[in-house]
């Protein structure tokens, strides 16, 4: 059974910092391209980063600078360092795979999903 489960999530100050983690279990994701969307509530869920199997990565635009996507195939997980928090990063975060070999933005791509670690920012 393939399972991605998120784990870091928390309350935090704005201006503080968080490293999600997201460990993948029942088949390698090493080749496939891994990402974090987040859903606030009330809203969509929305791309936030993409890591692709050999490292590419690409972010949505009021993240970049502050957000580091990163993966360690060995461990069969992929990371979200979150850094300058800001109120309107409070969402529930979720772990995503796609059978894929390059970087993808879309949510309907991704066929593996976790359950989702809340992510709150306090002002």
């Known amino acids: 059974q393939v399972q991605l489960i998120e784990s870091g999530g928390g309350l935090v100050q704005a201006g503080g910092s968080l490293r999600l983690s997201c460990a993948a279990s029942?088949?390698?994701?090493?080749?496939?391209?891994m990402a974090w969307f987040r859903q606030a509530p009330g809203k969509e869920r929305e791309f936030v980063a993409t890591i692709s199997w050999n490292d590419y990565t690409y972010y949505r635009d009021n993240v970049k600078g502050r957000f580091t996507i990163s993966r360690d195939n060995a461990k069969n997980t992929v990371y979200l360092q979150m850094n300058s928090l800001k109120p309107e990063d409070t969402a529930v975060y979720y772990c995503a795979a796609a059978r894929a070999m390059r970087v993808i933005t879309g949510r309907n791509d991704y066929i593996y999903w976790g359950q989702g670690t809340q992510v709150t920012v306090s002002s």
């Open positions: 029942g088949r390698t994701f090493s080749t496939d391209t």
